[in-house]
């Protein structure tokens, strides 16, 4: 198989991968039923009794938090009959209340009111025995993830050394500015592959090739589900897209001068920048289909930001990711008709494809591996360069982690 050649010999995914249903029907199960995936910001569930509902692998499934403040995720049916509970996100009092026949559940899951059923005969009915099934959740430094196998790893693991190369951001303290919907006729893996890699970089995103120039990205992979690059530095432009707000306070020279790219695994696509961050979580709805929802995200350091000052932002990346979703979406319909047959790929422009072909190949034969990463960011790969400002991890960061 071509997926599991090295990189020097490998070949891209089948057309099947992307556009058959019965493919499609299998990844839900073996790749998003078995992986931490992403159904938020944290944000998102700060406000007391804030609850989200969101799809995970074809579950419906409800994030709240209890009366303590504790993360809790629930399986959205009642288990009376199965009637789901929550439409859409909401805010909740002390109880979860099933619209059918009024049986309520507490905040932790728990059954605590059963109107005018345990009067009605019911023999050897114990409560305790039907609250809500609850499903494995986290938050990750700004984002929130559910899991719904219990033999996953840890989410820690499951991300590796990244809690260490993000450490400097201090993520866990930034707050969402602006969220957008979006839809895309593509398939949600045409959509991360295509952040993955910067070899369509000249050809489809002129404008950004001059703030993130080929020539200064550099791998950014340790051992972890994830893909990554890093523009080291980042440059301003004369639009100045990328210098209107003010950088993050306290960030290391690598940090304060790079862009991190990063594409956590599965549905993830997550742009650190010194002053944003712009987080794109994929949602599969088909083959064909994908709902992406765009966020993003101002450091505690910056205070008000008036709409124009945004407006540059917010539209240099519109304008970008309309670039990117015309160029899926042909993408899509080349390899739902166009007879194609795997290709080979870049190993400098394409490596992180690779990576990820392969974390896919271990979900679907249930493989637990978590990759290996590059040995150290400062070492030429695949005929790219030496990253000038290498990330490094400090000296507090190593004795904790002793």
Same mark, same amino acid.
């Given at each position: 198989?071509?997926?599991?050649?090295?990189?020097?010999?490998?070949?891209?995914?089948?057309?099947?991968?992307?556009?058959?249903?019965?493919?499609?029907?299998?990844?839900?199960?073996?790749?998003?039923?078995?992986?931490?995936?992403?159904?938020?910001?944290?944000?998102?569930?700060?406000?007391?009794?804030?609850?989200?509902?969101?799809?995970?692998?074809?579950?419906?499934?409800?994030?709240?938090?209890?009366?303590?403040?504790?993360?809790?995720?629930?399986?959205?049916?009642?288990?009376?009959?199965?009637?789901?509970?929550?439409?859409?996100?909401?805010?909740?009092? @002390?109880?979860? #209340?099933?619209? %059918?026949?009024?049986? !309520?559940?507490?905040?932790?899951?728990?059954?605590?009111? *059963? &109107?005018?059923?345990?009067?009605?005969?019911?023999?050897?009915?114990?409560?305790?025995?039907?609250?809500?099934?609850?499903?494995?959740?986290?938050?990750?430094?700004?984002?929130?993830?559910?899991?719904?196998?219990?033999?996953?790893?840890?989410?820690?693991?499951?991300?590796?050394?990244?809690?260490?190369?993000?450490?400097?951001?201090?993520?866990?303290?930034?707050?969402?500015?602006?969220?957008?919907?979006?839809?895309?006729?593509?398939?949600?893996?045409?959509?991360?592959?295509?952040?993955?890699?910067?070899?369509?970089?000249?050809?489809?995103?002129?404008?950004?090739?001059?703030? @993130?120039?080929? #020539?200064?990205? %550099?791998?950014?992979? !340790?051992?972890?589900?994830?893909?990554?690059?890093?523009? *080291? &530095?980042?440059?301003?432009?004369?639009?100045?897209?990328?210098?209107?707000?003010?950088?993050?306070?306290?960030?290391?020279?690598?940090?304060?001068?790079?862009?991190?790219?990063?594409?956590?695994?599965?549905?993830?696509?997550?742009?650190?920048?010194?002053?944003?961050?712009?987080?794109?979580?994929?949602?599969?709805?088909?083959?064909?289909?994908?709902?992406?929802?765009?966020?993003?995200?101002?450091?505690?350091?910056?205070?008000?930001?008036?709409?124009?000052?945004?407006?540059?932002?917010?539209?240099?990346?519109?304008?970008?990711?309309?670039?990117?979703?015309?160029?899926?979406?042909?993408?899509? #319909?080349?390899?739902?008709?166009?007879?194609?047959?795997?290709?080979?790929?870049?190993?400098?422009?394409?490596?992180?494809?690779?990576?990820?072909?392969?974390?896919?190949?271990?979900?679907?034969?249930?493989?637990?591996?978590?990759?290996?990463?590059?040995?150290?960011?400062?070492?030429?790969?695949?005929?790219?360069?030496?990253?000038?400002?290498?990330?490094?991890?400090?000296?507090?960061?190593?004795?904790?982690?002793?």
């Amino acid at each position: 198989m071509g997926t599991r050649r090295p990189i020097l010999e490998a070949h891209a995914l089948p057309a099947a991968a992307y556009a058959d249903e019965h493919f499609f029907d299998v990844e839900r199960e073996e790749v998003f039923a078995t992986s931490w995936v992403c159904v938020g910001i944290h944000d998102e569930l700060s406000k007391p009794g804030s609850a989200i509902v969101r799809l995970v692998a074809g579950r419906s499934v409800i994030l709240t938090r209890n009366t303590s403040g504790e993360l809790r995720g629930f399986l959205n049916a009642c288990r009376h009959r199965g009637t789901r509970l929550l439409d859409g996100d909401c805010t909740l009092g @002390s109880t979860i #209340r099933c619209p %059918y026949h009024r049986w !309520g559940y507490d905040l932790d899951g728990n059954l605590v009111s *059963t &109107p005018q059923f345990a009067d009605a005969g019911v023999d050897r009915f114990d409560t305790a025995d039907y609250g809500l099934h609850t499903v494995r959740v986290a938050v990750w430094q700004c984002l929130v993830f559910v899991c719904l196998s219990e033999e996953t790893l840890p989410i820690e693991a499951w991300f590796g050394d990244l809690d260490q190369r993000l450490a400097g951001y201090r993520l866990a303290d930034w707050h969402s500015h602006q969220t957008l919907p979006v839809e895309i006729e593509a398939n949600w893996k045409l959509i991360s592959e295509n952040f993955q890699e910067y070899y369509h970089l000249c050809w489809v995103h002129p404008e950004l090739a001059r703030v @993130s120039r080929v #020539r200064d990205h %550099y791998r950014y992979q !340790g051992p972890g589900m994830y893909c990554g690059q890093t523009t *080291t &530095p980042i440059s301003s432009d004369e639009r100045g897209d990328w210098a209107t707000m003010p950088p993050a306070e306290g960030l290391d020279p690598s940090d304060s001068a790079s862009g991190r790219f990063i594409a956590l695994f599965p549905n993830v696509l997550l742009s650190i920048l010194p002053n944003h961050i712009c987080v794109m979580r994929l949602e599969a709805i088909a083959p064909g289909v994908t709902h992406e929802t765009c966020t993003w995200l101002l450091p505690p350091s910056t205070g008000h930001v008036p709409d124009e000052d945004f407006a540059v932002t917010r539209d240099f990346w519109l304008d970008l990711n309309a670039e990117d979703i015309d160029i899926v979406q042909r993408g899509q #319909r080349g390899l739902a008709t166009g007879g194609y047959t795997p290709g080979r790929l870049s190993p400098r422009f394409e490596e992180p494809l690779h990576r990820f072909h392969n974390m896919l190949a271990d979900r679907f034969n249930g493989v637990p591996r978590i990759p290996d990463g590059d040995e150290s960011d400062d070492q030429p790969l695949y005929g790219t360069g030496v990253n000038p400002l290498p990330w490094r991890m400090v000296e507090s960061q190593t004795r904790e982690g002793n």
